[in-house]
Nanobody
Framework: QVQQVESGGGSVQAGGSLRLSCEAS????????MAWFRQAPGRERERVAA???????TYAISVKGRFTISQDSAKNILYLQMNSLNPEDTAMYYC?????????????????????WGQGTQVTVSS
């Protein structure tokens, strides 16, 4: 069983930056697709970024050009660098994993395709 722990959230003003981390432990051998999701109150959980085992990335339109997903495979840590934050980015952020590869990892954006959810880390952006 895999456990994931997110960290790095906090409160920032609009225009600020945060870097989220997700550290995994356990059997991670099938985790070929890693992603960050977010969920704001009253809204569906949405994927904001994903990275496959070849390092190919995909982003939601709302964060493209501002967020960067990366991973340190040796340390089993997933990152999300968030720049130019705005109040619409306020949400609980979660990391998740799936066994898809290549274009499937990038294409399957729904939360039902992922597992190994962490507890989340709160990001609050004030105007």
């Amino acid at each position: 069983q895999v456990q994931q722990v997110e960290s790095g959230g906090g409160s920032v003003q609009a225009g600020g930056s945060l870097r989220l981390s997700c550290e995994a432990s356990g059997d991670i051998s099938n985790r070929t697709c890693m992603a960050w999701f977010r969920q704001a109150p009253g809204r569906e959980r949405e994927r904001v970024a994903a990275i496959d085992s070849d390092g190919q990335t995909t982003y939601a339109i709302s964060v493209k050009g501002r967020f960067t997903i990366s991973q340190d495979s040796a340390k089993n840590i997933l990152y999300l660098q968030m720049n130019s934050l705005n109040p619409e980015d306020t949400a609980m952020y979660y990391c998740a994993a799936a066994a898809y590869k290549g274009w499937l990892c990038r294409a399957l954006a729904g939360k039902e395709n992922y597992g190994d959810w962490g507890q989340g880390t709160q990001v609050t952006v004030s105007s």
